[in-house]
């Protein structure tokens, strides 16, 4: 996020797409619904489901999956046409040649034209667009509703080119809000657990970058990108991966198209995977490491907005159960490499020496804060005061950079074989693959099994009745799932939260991947369902 | 009115408002009209609002060409031939049913009307309220357009300070000031609310108003509207006055037609609306904060001030809530001038009031008197005494909020801050009067229960304090006071009135209070003596009947639920102590009153 | 700025302060039941009333803003009767059978009880006799402890935009409620324990903290915090047991609310998140608050496992990482470094997250290193 939680409640218009907030991100939904209810703050819902923040919204538009970046279009057509972007800021925050970029590509996205692909009526378009615009300040936030789309790249991109053409960024109550699905998302990337890039996302092609790394770690360091997860999976499934060391993940459930994971990770000659319990996919591990849970260690999460925060050790794990820091430092000695210290502490003070960002942070310095009050990253020095909203004078890279881009539809389109479109998400009571959650008794009362949403004039076109079970086929395979009829989903399109294993959404999900950020498209499916 | 204005030689008008149509003037309104049907008469008939004489509905009043007039009370269905026949027909008076006849105002019941001065009940009774061109000939609107034609909103709060007006509706806030402080509260969107939710118990002077002049209440309403800068307001009136609501509507439909409400008033570049909103009936909604929090949707509950409405008002916005006689009142005051309204009344309380005469008084009803009256010169000159000829005890004004007055304030002058010297309030008008029957533990008690039923819930005091407070009251009636009841009752009411959110727990124990005040003896016996003195409270009283004057009717016998009452026909009958329940359905009955509580 | 004085101390707050505000500000103690800073202010239990020269009436210290120059009082005579007076009357409808209540230790109404030695009511009468509501598997309902402070209604409504509560009925027979008395999910709930966080006394309560996650030690503390009248910080540091509560970072979503996890035998009792501090200030939803029985799951893996003919077999710690050693080398000299993958994770600390990644990069030799941010 750009801003933080706290400043949500300062906007005076927001634009929700692409995120079920009060149910995947409940405490930020809450402060969005108290700026609507305290603070005058008009809310637009850009989603294809009826979800409670429309009961907020000033305006919802309900638009068909996948045609997020036709919407934006059409908004910054309409604040081009109506003269309500912000010259002021184009001019001086961002790069002018690349706006008339911009501002010759919407032309063409009237609202009539996006009404046609988007099923949003142009009225509401322009209203939409007329609120954005001319609030004092108006904050963009989205989640995985843009970004799990073989088009995500450009969803996000867009969403950035509407936040600058109306000069909402830089300033409280504004920005590009992200929210991260995982209480740890943030601070994985930001420690460099990823394919492309050390901690501080400096690129591991940068000689220099790799040369400070290199001195500190004591070796030489590879220099080619590697692989993202879902083309680690492609590999394996290749056998052009043959061993894999998988810390806390359960890709057999949260992968797309699972069916293609199993194939992948059955293929391996070796896998560990290191735990708290024996999942889906350590199932399939030759050795399986019980690892600590994040109550019973000590380290720092990073929230999605940035607030890196204390995690503390509550109690002992149980059994031999072991901290992933111990049991990953004793792997490397065995492999001949001697991590030094490896406390959380002095961890978090190695990870501060090597990572501008992180420079000015410290377990004993976030255990000193007066409650209250939190350290925003970029925090570069122990006197840093963190940096609560991002690009207040500048942008990472100097100007502003407008990317105009045209709205291309999802990979798959629903035909006369799978006449509906199946999107993916997660229901308030379910965490992710549910290893956590579905263990918590009063959340099974509450919400015991997966249930695929389907509007009633489709449960009458396809014979599906309310309570009983439905089969729910896509091209890559299919599921037993009881049956939600709901008028909260519009027509042609179904709805399946991806938690549980006994009706796990992704057998059905494509695993084909935006081309930038390698995020499959789980949002959109063609799928058909029948009773069972 | 001196000419019916028809051609026609006689006008009769039937009071038509909830009183009168509980009294039966319904069945007297079919009569009437089937007798004219037959045309026989050469009459018009008309309606009016409730004209005050409560206790002797329902009322006919016939016009003559010359604008006399006759009053006739207690009309049935049945009367109808007779009266249309001998004073239409005939033209001779029926003297043994007339109340009041035009040339002898005195006469009769008379002096209940000839002793009051009536300035926001002017049309009532007069007009037909469900006809706003009957108001207009009377000057309706008039100052309504005058103000908006001629005057500035200033120039208007301006006439209604002079005038000295002070809210009707219990608090007795200066109306001018009160305006004075929504004009300049600082905000574009301000909203007028009129208070039309009447709960105290015996009173009902809102209702009559609504009923027999919704008229004067919307052009007040206008006139204040326009003096503070609102354009929308609100009349709040409880769901239970269906008659008050429907006139209310008509009232606004007609005004709308004739362009008094709506976009550019008078052709000016005015506009004002008026929503009725209909309260379920809380008492607590007649509390400014709760009725706005009611008017909002949300349940009604009060909120602390300050913030006061004036400035965080509906929605947050100014606000400026007057009672229903406040704005009946101001269409008079700017037609006649600030000035002519300032000289009724006393020093510090301007103009008249409406009081509502309820209990054992003679003459129940609306009686409006200009402040400074005494509460003898209410209760005796207009209200006629004391029922039955017996001994005036107390008064409680101000409804529950209010408190008693003993014998020795009757010559305190109804004047906001004498009666409030004095222990009770103005209040809205409720004056309850009480006899030597009337227990005063009891009588407390009943107001409490009533508050207590009414509490909100939201505050502590109030919540539970005034159950408390009642639950030791209910004891001493039983007979089980403790002595320390008394400092008990005392203190707790103290905290109560200090502690409590709004005003309905902070006034609920001023019943008990001025009680204690002036009747402290009666909790005494209650509670030393096991004694009820007025012989009301079942637990402490015996019946028994008096051998000397009981004629042996049995009237008593028939209704006693525990055949606890024998004796011969003829002959003085005998109430059996064991089992008696001292209920005392005997005592209502007893023609000869015959049997003695003791 | 303006300049208030409160019980002779000067003091300087900002413009639209309440009174209670600039009180806590300057340590100035003023009881309170009704007042919570998540919400707006109520003005509803007047405990916390306070006497303000030249004003008419006393004055609720949450809701009442500070003016320029105000004298203030919190405390006096009359101040402190009316206090007592007050707590009297909720006790006189209140069961005070503190020992055995999960809230005994921290129920506000019994710390004020302690501080004005109200032990019985000197007011008796009737007292409400509600059934319990436990229709559901989070929040349990015992009217017959509530003080009508309206909290609850207040949160759902202000914090959580729902409101599932409102009041019922008047007078002394108000009681908040559901509508039509419906069980709580039949109404729009999504049980994320705020009015469980909010009421200050034992009328709501988290089911699962009070029915399943009772140890025998809580019981004791409980009746020993009721017995001694002592809240139950004060216990805990009097047994030695001050690290009972761990404030740590929540597991779920990415929002980071900070939780107070309670902990006795090594096991997880209660979890609350401190009051005005990090992104949910004191709020959580239903799996922050209800969601960690995984922790403590009989299915937790306690010892490494080896697959041997094709199945599991428990090891010991160094057969296991000897093993992954050993076959994570031999891949690489044999194929490449790039022949091994490695996943790390989004709900793994940042620390371990670092020495993963690290660990593939300097150990390894790859960076095939990637978590689920995609998905």
Same mark, same amino acid.
């Given at each position: ?532 | ?10 006008? #009769? #008008? ?68 007779? %009266? ?67 005057? $500035? ?29 929504? =004009? ?46 609102? =354009? ?25 037609? @004739? ?54 008002? %509906? ?29 009724? /009344? ?48 107390? #008064? ?51 107001? %409490? ?7 909100? /819930? @939201? ?21 089980? /006071? ?8 005392? #203190? ?69 639920? $525990? ?36 | ?375």
């Amino acid at each position: 996020m750009t801003n933080t939680m706290d400043d949500i409640e300062t906007a005076k218009a927001i634009l929700v797409i692409g995120s079920n907030t009060t149910e995947c991100h409940p405490i930020i939904g809450l402060r969005i619904k108290k700026a609507v209810m305290n603070n005058e703050c008009k809310l637009i819902v850009a989603e294809p489901k009826h979800i409670r923040l429309c009961y907020y919204a000033d305006r919802w538009l309900q638009l068909k999956p996948g045609t997020d970046v036709a919407l934006i279009n059409g908004l910054m057509n309409v604040i081009i046409a109506e003269g309500l972007a912000d010259e002021e800021f184009i001019n001086n925050r961002c790069e002018c040649d690349r706006y008339d970029e911009l501002k010759e590509l919407v032309k063409s996205y009237t609202p009539e034209k996006v009404e046609e692909i988007t099923g949003v009526p142009a009225g509401d378009i322009r209203e939409a667009a007329r609120t954005f615009a001319s609030a004092e300040n108006a904050a963009i936030i989205y989640a995985m509703g843009i970004t799990q789309h073989t088009t995500g790249t450009d969803n996000v991109v867009t969403l950035a080119n509407l936040a600058m053409m109306t000069g909402n960024i830089g300033k409280p109550g504004t920005g590009v809000n992200p929210l991260r699905g995982q209480n740890n998302v943030q601070g994985a990337c930001d420690v460099g657990a990823l394919p492309n890039v050390l901690t501080g996302y400096k690129p591991v092609t940068d000689a220099e970058t790799r040369e400070k790394f290199e001195k500190a770690w004591g070796v030489k360091l590879p220099e080619e990108v590697g692989l993202t997860a879902t083309e680690m999976m492609e590999a394996a499934a290749e056998g052009k991966i043959k061993a894999m060391y998988i810390v806390g993940e359960n890709p057999m459930l949260s992968d797309a198209n699972i069916r293609h994971a199993e194939k992948a990770l059955k293929n391996l000659d070796f896998l560990v995977v290191q735990d708290i319990f024996l999942t889906e996919t350590a199932e399939l591990a030759d050795v399986v490491l019980p690892a600590a849970s994040f109550a019973e260690k000590e380290g720092t999460f990073s929230a999605t907005d940035r607030r890196v925060q204390r995690v503390r050790k509550a109690f002992e794990p149980p059994g031999e159960a072991r901290p992933d820091n111990e049991i990953v430092a004793d792997i490397a000695k065995r492999m001949g490499y001697e991590m030094e210290n490896v406390e959380p502490a002095a961890v978090m003070d190695e990870i501060a020496s090597l990572t501008p960002q992180y420079g000015g942070y410290s377990h004993a310095r976030l255990d000193s804060l007066p409650d209250g009050e939190s350290l925003h990253w970029p925090c570069t020095d122990a006197e840093h005061p963190g940096t609560p909203i991002l690009h207040t004078t500048v942008f990472t890279r100097g100007k502003g950079w407008f990317a105009p881009v045209e709205w291309q539809a999802p990979a798959e389109q629903p035909d006369e074989e799978y006449p509906l479109t199946l999107t993916t998400g997660r229901v308030l009571w379910q965490y992710h693959t549910g290893t956590m959650t579905r263990k918590s008794e009063g959340i099974n009362e509450i919400d015991p099994n997966g249930k695929v949403w389907i509007s009633p004039d489709d449960a009458a076109k396809y014979g599906v009745e309310n309570g009983k079970k439905a089969v729910v086929t896509t091209r890559r395979g299919d599921i037993d799932i009881e049956a939600k009829v709901t008028e909260r989903v519009p027509n042609g399109v179904i709805f399946i939260p991806f938690h549980y294993t006994e009706a796990a959404a992704n057998v059905l999900t494509n695993d084909v991947v935006d081309p930038v950020s390698k995020v499959p498209e789980f949002k959109v499916s063609a799928a058909r369902v029948k009773a069972k | 009115m001196s000419d019916n204005g028809n051609g026609h030689r006689y006008k #009769v #008008v039937l009071g038509y408002g909830t009183c009168g149509i509980a009294a039966g003037a319904t069945a007297v309104k079919d009569a009437l009209e089937e007798e004219v049907k037959k045309g026989s008469y050469d009459v018009d008939l008309d309606i009016a609002g409730c004209m005050g004489l409560c206790f002797i509905e329902p009322v006919v009043e016939i016009f003559d060409r010359q604008g006399g007039s006759v009053v006739y009370g207690d009309i049935t269905a049945k009367k109808v031939p007779q %009266l249309l026949e001998e004073h239409v027909g005939k033209g001779q008076v029926i003297e043994d049913w007339v109340v009041k006849k035009s040339e002898d105002p005195e006469a009769c019941e008379g002096d209940f009307l000839a002793n009051q001065l009536r300035v926001v009940l002017r049309n009532c009774g007069k007009i037909n309220p469900e006809s706003i061109e009957e108001y207009i000939q009377i000057g309706g609107y008039e100052a309504a357009k005058k103000a908006l034609t001629s005057m $500035t909103p200033e120039e208007v709060i301006d006439e209604v300070s002079t005038s000295g007006i002070r809210g009707r509706g219990g608090a007795g806030f200066p109306t001018g000031t009160k305006w004075g402080f929504a =004009r300049k509260s600082p905000g574009e969107e301000k909203y007028l609310i009129c208070n039309a939710d009447e709960g105290d118990p015996g009173a009902f002077m809102d209702r009559s108003v609504l009923e027999g002049d919704p008229h004067s209440v919307l052009e007040g309403m206008i006139l204040a509207g326009f003096a503070i800068g609102a =354009r929308q307001g609100y009349i709040y009136c409880r769901a239970e006055y269906p008659l008050a609501l429907k006139r209310l509507d008509i009232a606004i439909e007609e005004c709308h037609q @004739k362009g008094f409400l709506g976009e550019g008033i008078f052709g000016t570049d005015w506009s004002f609306e008026v929503k009725v909103k209909k309260g379920a009936g809380a008492f607590v909604c007649g509390e400014e904060t709760a009725m706005m929090a009611s008017i909002e949707g949300q349940r009604g509950m009060p909120n602390p001030r300050p913030p006061f409405p004036a400035t965080h008002g %509906l929605w947050g916005k100014p606000t400026n809530i007057n009672n229903v006689e406040t704005f009946a009142a101001i269409p008079w005051i700017i037609a006649e001038g600030g000035e002519k309204y300032a000289e009724i /009344g006393t020093e510090k309380s301007k103009g008249t009031k409406v009081f509502c005469l309820a209990g054992k008084v003679r003459r129940t009803g609306l009686a409006e008197v200009p402040m400074g009256y005494t509460l003898r010169q209410v209760i005796f000159d207009v209200g006629g005494g004391i029922a039955e000829g017996r001994e005036f005890k107390a #008064v409680q004004m101000g409804g529950p909020s209010g408190g008693c007055l003993p014998a020795e304030k009757l010559d305190t002058q109804v004047d906001y801050d004498q009666i409030t010297a004095a222990g009770a309030i103005i209040g809205s008008g409720g004056m309850i009067v009480a006899d030597n029957r009337t227990c005063m533990v009891d009588l407390a008690r009943y107001f %409490l229960s009533f508050t207590q039923d009414e509490s909100c /819930g @939201k505050c502590t005091p109030c919540r539970i304090g005034t159950k408390r407070m009642l639950e030791i009251l209910e004891r001493i009636c039983e007979g089980k /006071g403790e002595p320390e009841d008394i400092e008990k009752l005392q #203190v707790l009411a103290g905290d109560i009135k200090d502690a409590s959110l709004c005003a309905l727990g902070g006034t609920a124990p001023n019943p008990v209070l001025t009680t204690l005040r002036y009747f402290k003896d009666e909790y005494e016996d209650h509670i030393f003596n096991h004694k009820c003195a007025a012989g009301s409270c079942p637990a402490l009283i015996t019946l028994r009947i008096d051998p000397e004057t009981c004629t042996g009717c049995a009237a008593c016998v028939k209704v006693c639920p $525990t055949d606890a009452i024998t004796g011969e026909k003829k002959e003085p009958h005998v109430i059996d102590a064991e089992a008696c329940i001292r209920c005392k359905m005997c005592l209502s009955r007893c023609p000869s009153e015959s049997i003695i509580a003791e | 700025m303006i300049k208030v004085e409160i019980d002779g101390k000067a003091c300087e707050a900002p413009q639209g302060s309440t009174i209670l505000d600039i009180a806590k500000a300057n340590g100035i103690d003023i009881p309170t039941l009704c007042y919570d800073p998540r919400l707006s202010p109520y003005g509803a239990c007047r405990l916390c009333l306070v006497e303000v020269e030249g004003a008419r009436a006393l004055l609720p210290a949450c809701y009442a803003k500070a003016d320029d120059g105000m004298v203030i009082q919190t405390t006096n005579e009359k101040l402190e009767r009316i206090r007592k007076t007050l707590v009297e009357l909720l006790v006189s409808d209140h069961p005070m059978e503190c020992q055995g209540c999960s809230k005994s230790g921290r129920c506000e109404l019994q710390r004020l009880a302690d501080k004005y030695g109200v032990t019985e009511s000197t007011f008796t009468g009737e007292v409400h006799e509600y059934d319990l509501h436990r229709e559901n598997p989070f929040v349990m309902r015992d009217y017959n402890k509530c003080i009508m402070c309206g909290r609850c209604i207040r949160i759902c409504r202000e914090v959580q935009g729902i409101g599932v509560y409102d009041f019922i009925n008047r007078g002394f027979k108000a009681v908040p409620g559901t509508p039509y008395d419906k069980p709580m999910q039949e109404t729009p709930c999504e049980f994320c324990g705020q009015c469980i966080s909010t009421c200050p006394t034992g009328a709501i309560k988290a089911r699962p903290y009070e029915d399943r996650g009772r140890v025998a030690a809580l019981d004791m503390l409980r009746n020993a915090c009721a017995y001694f009248k002592m809240p139950e910080e004060d216990m805990m540091k009097a047994l030695g047991l001050e690290g009972w509560v761990t404030r740590t970072t929540c597991a779920y979503c990415g929002c980071g609310c900070q939780l107070d996890i309670h902990v006795i035998d090594n096991k997880i009792v209660e979890i609350t998140s401190p009051l005005m501090v990090g992104s949910g200030q004191g709020n959580l939803c239903v799996k922050g608050r209800f969601g960690y029985d995984f922790v403590s799951s009989s299915e937790r893996l306690t010892k490494p496992l080896i697959r041997k003919k094709g199945k599991f077999e428990e090891a010991e710690w160094d057969e296991a990482l000897d093993l992954v050693a050993k076959k994570l080398s031999e891949t690489k000299k044999k194929s490449c470094p790039d022949s091994i993958g490695v996943f790390s994770s989004a709900r793994a600390t940042n620390e371990d997250n670092y020495l993963v990644q690290k660990f593939a990069r300097a150990v390894i030799g790859t960076n095939n290193v990637d978590h689920c941010a995609r998905l």
